[in-house]
T-cell receptor, first 114, second 106 residues
Framework: GAVVSQHPSWVICKSGTSVKIECRSL??????MFWYRQFPKQSLMLMAT?????????EQGVEKDKFLINHASLTLSTLTVTSAHPEDSSFYIC??????????FGNGTRLTVT | QQPVQSPQAVILREGEDAVINCSSS?????VHWYRQKHGEAPVFLMI?????EQKGHDKISASFNEKKQQSSLYLTASQLSYSGTYFC???????FGTGTSLTVIP
């Protein structure tokens, strides 16, 4: 089956620093990648959608200058949380799809900003 | 844009049945269903692509009413392993529903 690898699994950083999260589709070419954020006991909230080679489409209320998304190739997308603050602490999860296929998820990254 | 699910939470005894509903205020062209265990990524259950479609696997099935912009997930003879949070999802910019927490107790 389709495998999506997300790294790191968890990260603890100090307030004001930047954190990069990688999402790779290992055995298929993803035409679209999605980034979600999930707070405890809540649903997965879409942050942005990215297509290879084009700029990410951010959801309303998501700061594009704070959450930098790069979709450099059909197998790699990165999310950089810049100048992280404690309120950015959350579970970030990526997913990838090819065409209209089901989404394949990474295992998520738990970000804790101290 | 986020589909609304009901109920928000349900507790079942092993062997009981449950129905989870997903309603959208926008037209639905396809519906996905996922289950997420605590601290893990969602796992794909099934996708419904056409209005009127029904499908199932093991004792979990789903239906899609395109006209009513609704989908329902049916869990029959529930097992302990069914516990988790269930999400429907839809759209090109894929939006998840509000989620339904399902707990199966012995």
């Amino acid at each position: 089956g389709a495998v999506v690898s997300q790294h790191p699994s968890w990260v603890i950083c100090k307030s004001g620093t930047s954190v990069k999260i990688e999402c790779r589709s290992l055995d298929f070419q993803a035409t679209t990648m999605f980034w979600y954020r999930q707070f405890p006991k809540q649903s997965l909230m879409l942050m942005a959608t990215s297509n290879e080679g084009s700029k990410a489409t951010y959801e309303q209320g998501v700061e594009k200058d704070k959450f930098l998304i790069n979709h450099a190739s059909l197998t790699l997308s990165t999310l950089t949380v810049t100048s992280a603050h404690p309120e950015d602490s959350s579970f970030y999860i990526c997913s990838a799809r090819r065409g209209g296929s089901p989404l394949h998820f990474g295992n998520g990254t738990r970000l804790t900003v101290t | 844009q986020q589909p609304v699910q009901s109920p928000q939470a349900v507790i079942l005894r092993e062997g009981e049945d449950a129905v989870i509903n997903c309603s959208s205020s926008k037209a639905l062209y396809s519906v996905h269903w996922y289950r997420q265990k605590h601290g893990e990524a969602p796992v794909f259950l099934m996708i419904l692509l056409k209005g009127g479609e029904q499908k199932g696997h093991d004792k979990i099935s789903a239906s899609f009413n395109e006209k009513k912009q609704q989908s329902s997930l049916y869990l029959t003879a529930s097992q302990l392993s069914y516990s988790g949070t269930y999400f429907c999802g839809t759209g090109n910019q894929f939006y998840f529903g509000t989620g339904t927490s399902l707990t199966v107790i012995p």
